[in-house]
């Protein structure tokens, strides 16, 4: 039987670090980052492989980009689920449930989509994430933080 010496883990030495003038670990905070308020679901696609189709203008104006992934609740029946955003038609009002997805809404149901973001801690005093509410047919009448 052998045995074996554990490794040592090095740990960093805080007093250490702020004798050389370095400020705390740098930490992250997970914060909003885009939001579509009461995006209304336009259609569903049981046979697409998955995500969330979303009019290409409206991800442009929160600041979701493609494959981003995405947190959606629905109002209609207090799913949560996670997906990917995908660019649909331009100025269609597209929200469309694809793939598994599809199981978690049906058309008219009213969903809130949300991506989030790592920030710096010495960032998030100004932080503000791009906020957008829809009203009818998917169009903007709110923005926020844009």
């Known amino acids: 039987m052998t045995s074996t010496t554990p490794k040592k883990v ?3 030495d ?11 670990p740098p930490m992250q905070v997970c914060l909003l980052k885009s939001k579509i308020h009461r995006a209304t679901i336009t259609d569903g696609n049981l046979k697409y492989e998955g995500s969330l189709t979303i009019a ?3 991800m442009e104006k929160c600041g979701l980009t493609s494959y981003e992934r995405i947190l959606c609740s629905n109002m209609a029946n207090e799913n949560r689920f996670e997906t990917y955003a995908i660019p649909g038609d331009p100025g269609s009002g597209q929200s469309v449930l694809n793939g598994a997805a599809a199981f978690q809404g049906k058309r008219g149901d009213v969903l809130t989509i949300m991506s989030f973001a790592h920030v710096p801690k010495r960032e998030i005093q100004h932080w503000k994430p791009r906020v957008i509410v829809l009203g009818k047919c998917n ?8």
């Open 56 to 58: 290409a203008d409206l």
């Open 139 to 146: 169009r903007i009448v709110k923005e926020c933080g844009i």
């Open 10 to 12: 090095r740990v960093p």
């Open 14 to 24: 805080l007093a250490l670090m702020k004798q050389r003038g370095a400020d705390d």
